[in-house]
């Protein structure tokens, strides 16, 4: 997605061969217009998808999520990464590492949000080693719902979580594909999804 590229070149930082800053636009500040646009595309691509609900997590994946779910017209949930004194619904849960911080922490969603034969699309900010990912897919799964697909905002193809994802099966779109962030610098993959 051009618009996408051309942020990422103007306003991304590039903090080490493996870790991309994008607090201007998606993971502080935020772009409502650029969103919106990310929303749009999403909408797009997996617009024969049969979508019933969007599933992200807090923090950085909401924002497209919500852009994704106006055009689609379903509910968003996402899923916390924290316990919370109001959620005392029965839970779905997965754990996941998180690659920014170097933690594990159980995620959580109330069982009340994602019903069995549900389609759900995951929706999240980067891609990375796939954990974030993976542990949405997990709460899906314990719905007893159906993964439609999966929507990246920016994915890093030069780790494994894509490649993992895709030889499961689950259909990865994501709207930048990072080859490599060597020398300070962002090299997109050339290859990339093809607009419907
Ligand atoms: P994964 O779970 O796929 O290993 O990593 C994805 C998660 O880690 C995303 O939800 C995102 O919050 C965070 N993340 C991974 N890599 C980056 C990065 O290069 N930049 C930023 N800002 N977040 C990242």
Known sequence: MK??????????IVLSDHVLKVDS??????????????GKEFANRFKEAKVTKILTIESSGI???VMTALTLNVPVIFARKRKS????????TAPIYS???????????????????????????????????NGLVT??????????GIGIVIEKSFQNGGKK?????????????IQTL???????????????
């Open 3 to 12: 618009a996408l590229k051309d942020k990422i070149l103007t306003e991304g």
């Open 25 to 38: 636009f998606l993971n502080h500040q935020i772009d409502p217009f650029l969103m919106m646009e990310i």
């Open 63 to 65: 924002a497209p999520a």
């Open 85 to 92: 004194l109001t959620l005392i619904d029965d839970l779905l």
């Open 99 to 133: 690659f920014t911080k170097k933690e594990t922490n159980e995620i959580s969603v109330s069982n009340k949000f994602i019903e069995a034969g549900d389609q759900v699309l995951i929706i999240d900010d980067f891609l990375a080693n796939g954990e974030a990912a």
């Open 139 to 148: 709460i899906v799964k314990e719905a007893n719902a159906h993964v439609a």
């Open 165 to 177: 994802l895709r030889e499961l099966g689950y259909r990865v779109e994501s709207l930048a594909k």
């Open 182 to 196: 060597a020398n300070g610098k962002v090299n997109f993959a050339n290859e990339e999804a093809p607009l419907k």
